[in-house]
């Protein structure tokens, strides 16, 4: 079985399992809508995940948004097993708070293991956007290293 052939089913179910996690039902002056990187998984083992957690605000203007992550790769090699598109989004379910809290993951398998021969090194750049398309401000992750053995 190739390695990527796993990645849409993988990538799916964990995209699917994504849990957002509504903390506050405080009320907001300000609507400006702000996202803040709480933890990531700097180094990837084997058979593992990338886990990311992140704050947001930004009154109820992100229910049914959308958050976004962008994926750089930044070896000096070119992959040996491309993994699909670098961009990906995730629906943002309804809600009436006006804060929470976002937990993303995403596989080593398939995704994020882009060659058998070296680790791989990412980069992420994270944003919300809301339904109306005005976004949050973007966050950039720290280097990613995802080991291939």
């Known amino acids: 079985m190739k390695p990527g052939s796993l990645l849409i089913p993988a990538l799916s179910a964990l995209l699917i399992t994504s849990t957002i996690v509504i903390v506050s039902c405080s009320k907001n002056s300000s609507c400006e809508s702000s996202l803040k990187l709480e933890s990531i998984s700097t180094i990837v083992q084997v058979n593992d995940s990338m886990r990311a957690s992140f704050k947001f605000t930004g009154c109820k203007a992100l229910s049914n948004g959308t958050f976004w992550s962008i994926r750089t790769r930044i070896n000096q090699l070119p992959p040996t ?57 973007t966050v950039t992750s720290p280097q990613i290293v995802v080991l291939f053995q």
């Open 81 to 137: 097993d491309s993994s699909g598109e670098d961009t990906l989004s995730l629906q943002i379910p309804a809600f009436s708070a006006n804060s929470g809290e976002i937990t993303f993951s995403l596989p080593w398998q398939g995704y994020l293991s882009e060659t058998a021969t070296e680790n791989d090194t990412f980069v992420f750049k994270f944003f919300v956007q809301t339904p109306d398309s005005l976004s949050s401000d």
